[in-house]
């Protein structure tokens, strides 16, 4: 059964037609899955605070529920070292359309970026999809697909399957993925789209940023069932 703070977030985003990120986030963090450290700043007081909290160097991010692919319209900035730029960045983002505040973020350190994603088909109910992600992943179109619910033997499947999964691996002396967790990521996430399977029709986290023992979701978004 899905939490009744999940379902009132859901119940916020009905008109826009998808979850804007740090909402998606929180619901994503309420059902255990990890996410990095973050605030939604709707000043840049609030902004360059929660950045001194979590320390410095952090990523900026639009919130608006009129853009949808943030780094397509320049709503992402990565690397932010001081409270100058975190504010120069504010400024930038508050004349785009639908401006409603910035997600302010750790910055995650790098590792292997992977696409999870999730559809409702019509006939097969939810697919979950596994792949490399980040920029790359339309260019390199490398991904297996599996029913949910997924189990640990599932998981390894669809990681065999990939071209790329000598990069999870260690690939020239880099510290390989922890399967295990990257395992509990995806089984979980298979459950959250089963609870969510009536009330969405897709959803991408992309990238999940994997480095040694922690899998983290670096951007997430939800687009829920129509009408």
């Known amino acids: 059964m899905l939490r009744h703070d999940i379902v009132e977030v859901i119940d916020r985003s009905k008109n826009t037609g998808w979850i804007l990120e740090p909402e998606a986030k929180r619901i994503l963090a309420l059902a255990g899955l990890p996410v990095p450290r973050f605030l939604w700043a709707k000043s840049t007081?609030?902004?360059t605070k929660g950045a001194g909290e979590m320390g410095y160097p952090v990523?900026?991010?639009v919130v608006s529920p009129l853009i949808v692919h943030k780094s397509d319209a320049g709503g992402v900035v990565?690397?932010?070292t001081n409270d100058s730029d975190l504010k120069t960045a504010f400024r930038k983002f508050s004349l785009m359309e639908g401006f409603q505040g910035v997600i302010v973020e750790e910055m995650l350190p790098?590792?292997?970026e992977l696409i999870v994603g999730a559809t409702i088909d019509y006939q097969f109910g939810p697919v979950?999809?596994?792949g490399l992600g980040g920029t790359a992943v339309e260019i390199y179109k490398d991904a297996a697909l599996r029913l949910?619910?997924?189990t640990g033997k599932d998981v390894r499947a669809m990681v065999g399957r990939l071209k790329a999964r000598r990069l999870l691996e260690g690939y020239r002396g880099s510290v390989a993925v922890d399967m295990e967790e990257l395992t509990r990521v995806l089984v979980l996430f298979s459950q959250l789209v089963m609870d969510l399977e009536?009330?969405?029709e897709s959803v991408d986290l992309n990238p999940l940023v994997c480095k040694g023992s922690r899998c983290v979701i670096a951007d997430a978004r939800i687009m829920l069932a129509r009408g």
């Open 45 to 47: 007081e609030e902004a």
């Open 59 to 61: 990523v900026a991010k």
């Open 78 to 80: 990565i690397n932010i």
């Open 110 to 112: 790098p590792g292997v």
């Open 128 to 130: 979950i999809l596994l």
């Open 148 to 150: 949910a619910p997924l």
């Open 198 to 200: 009536d009330l969405i």
